[in-house]
């Protein structure tokens, strides 16, 4: 099967042919470490985990990294209202980061550059651009790009150049040459935390960390990018120019955006106030229940939050680790003759990598997946699965759950729990056949309370997780 990207340079869907054989170079635009991570971030997260899953999935060594914004006017605001070192303030929340970003089951990228351990990479790149004619230094010692020098500023967001400007959105500045310059380099401000540089005192701009960061670390040519939509303009535009100004050729060869998490029809932001943390989130949802809900959607389309939402993907991901759950417990007690499920598992795995390697469809993935949990357990409701085919079916969901990461690990790595069950199960048993009713009715309604539910069948008491 072939791998397709919709690449949103060339606004068209694209078969993926990396730049080296077998090998991916993916970066993504991680976050500025001013405040905890919301579930706007998690969704970038959890998009870009699945997609350097699946290309390893496929058999490609990946190369990942994303990166932190350290150094930012964001970050000295919040330093100076609580009187702390800037740098000090971001590596709090990078540690932070990580706590939260294990809520969510995700896969650590191969390597998270930050902006203030990257100053001379930085520094190096802003002189190339000014020596090969794209960038000029202010009298203040900042130094802005050109962006009249370009001939096709705009082609990733689809935007002219002339029009953004009319649009009134482009401050002004009496260093620049012309209101559409950026700054790659700003002079530092009384109290701002600084670096020396060729042009004085001063620290990165915002674009030029993330071209910088790339070139050092990943070479002049990228396969992926990938980012929220809110990024593609001004920041994936700026990082275009940049790199192409010092290298001459393309940045990334694909790029991709994930949609934004939405909230009453606005973007969820820090600055609107409408967001709601990772860490209070995964205090009423797990990493699987959260990961299966921005999953089910296509990653480019917007995504409606709330609770209401959760609890709904948390019902639908029970139905999937139930039937895990019975296949597993099916096949070490049902019968040895019977359907072995091999059209059923063929056809499950064939659909899954078919939605994958459409764009990373992880929607229609997971449609996949439920259509077999239908399946078998229809075939295992009428006693015509073997213990065999459950089995495979049991092993093709963990093998596939490599990339979505959405069953429980309780169930995948450890066996207290049945054990724990098997003791109150026979409890239950030994409390009826002694007429204690009451008890055994007690030790149902106390598990039913916590969650469990205990089913009695021809075969024997079965619990699930409700």
């Known amino acids: 099967m072939t791998l397709f990207i919709q690449n949103n340079l060339s606004n068209k869907k694209e078969e993926f042919v990396p730049i080296e054989k077998g090998k991916v170079k993916m970066y993504v635009c991680g976050v500025t470490v001013y405040d905890d991570i919301h579930m706007g971030h998690a969704r970038s997260m959890i998009v870009f985990d699945a997609v350097a899953r699946y290309l390893r999935y496929s058999g490609y060594e990946v190369s990942h990294v994303t990166n932190f914004t350290d150094v930012d006017d964001k970050i000295i605001n919040r330093a100076n209202e609580r009187g702390v070192d800037p740098l000090l303030l971001s590596a709090e929340y990078i540690k932070k980061y990580f706590e939260d970003a294990s809520k969510l089951g995700i896969n650590r990228a191969d390597l998270y550059p930050k902006a203030s351990e990257s100053i001379d990479d930085i520094i190096g790149m802003v002189q190339t651009i000014i020596q090969n004619g794209y960038g000029y230094p202010t009298p203040d010692g900042s130094v802005y790009f050109e962006v009249r020098k370009v001939k096709n500023y705009g082609r990733l967001s689809n935007r002219k150049l002339d029009d953004m400007e009319s649009s009134g959105r482009i401050t002004s500045d009496e260093q620049k040459r012309d209101p559409m310059d950026f700054a790659v380099w700003k002079a530092a401000k009384p109290g701002e935390c600084s670096w020396n540089s060729p042009w004085g005192c001063g620290r990165p701009g915002w674009h030029i960390e993330c071209s910088a960061m790339i070139k050092r670390h990943m070479g002049d040519k990228i396969d992926i990018h990938g980012g929220g939509n809110d990024l593609i303009f001004p920041h994936h535009e700026n990082e275009i120019l940049q790199?192409?100004?010092?290298?001459?050729?393309?940045?990334?060869?694909?790029?991709?955006?994930?949609?934004?998490?939405?909230?009453?029809?606005?973007?969820?932001?820090?600055?609107?106030?409408?967001?709601?943390?990772?860490?209070?989130?995964?205090?009423?949802?797990?990493?699987?229940?959260?990961?299966?809900?921005?999953?089910?959607?296509?990653?480019?389309?917007?995504?409606?939050?709330?609770?209401?939402?959760?609890?709904?993907?948390?019902?639908?991901?029970?139905?999937?680790?139930?039937?895990?759950?019975?296949?597993?417990?099916?096949?070490?007690?049902?019968?040895?003759?019977?359907?072995?499920?091999?059209?059923?598992?063929?056809?499950?795995?064939?659909?899954?990598?078919?939605?994958?390697?459409?764009?990373?469809?992880?929607?229609?993935?997971?449609?996949?997946?439920?259509?077999?949990?239908?399946?078998?357990?229809?075939?295992?409701?009428?006693?015509?699965?073997?213990?065999?085919?459950?089995?495979?079916?049991?092993?093709?969901?963990?093998?596939?759950?490599?990339?979505?990461?959405?069953?429980?690990?309780?169930?995948?790595?450890?066996?207290?729990?049945?054990?724990?069950?098997?003791?109150?199960?026979?409890?239950?048993?030994?409390?009826?056949?002694?007429?204690?009713?009451?008890?055994?009715?007690?030790?149902?309604?106390?598990?039913?309370?916590?969650?469990?539910?205990?089913?009695?069948?021809?075969?024997?008491?079965?619990?699930?997780?409700?």
């Open 243 to 466: 790199t192409e100004a010092v290298t001459g050729d393309v940045l990334a060869n694909y790029w991709m955006h994930n949609g934004m998490l939405r909230v009453k029809d606005e973007k969820m932001s820090k600055s609107l106030g409408n967001f709601f943390k990772v860490e209070d989130v995964a205090k009423s949802f797990d990493p699987q229940t959260i990961r299966f809900y921005f999953l089910s959607t296509h990653y480019s389309s917007p995504l409606a939050y709330g609770e209401d939402a959760l609890n709904e993907a948390k019902t639908a991901l029970r139905r999937l680790w139930n039937n895990y759950s019975d296949l597993i417990s099916y096949s070490n007690n049902g019968p040895k003759e019977g359907d072995d499920a091999v059209g059923v598992i063929e056809d499950a795995k064939r659909s899954f990598l078919e939605a994958m390697d459409d764009d990373f469809n992880t929607s229609a993935a997971i449609d996949a997946l439920m259509q077999t949990v239908r399946n078998t357990n229809r075939l295992m409701g009428e006693r015509k699965l073997s213990a065999s085919g459950a089995k495979n079916a049991a092993a093709l969901l963990a093998d596939l759950d490599r990339i979505l990461g959405i069953l429980p690990s309780t169930e995948k790595n450890d066996s207290d729990m049945d054990a724990v069950m098997n003791i109150l199960i026979e409890l239950r048993k030994e409390l009826r056949a002694r007429k204690h009713y009451d008890l055994a009715d007690m030790i149902r309604g106390k598990l039913k309370d916590s969650g469990i539910n205990l089913e009695d069948a021809a075969d024997g008491v079965k619990w699930k997780k409700m």
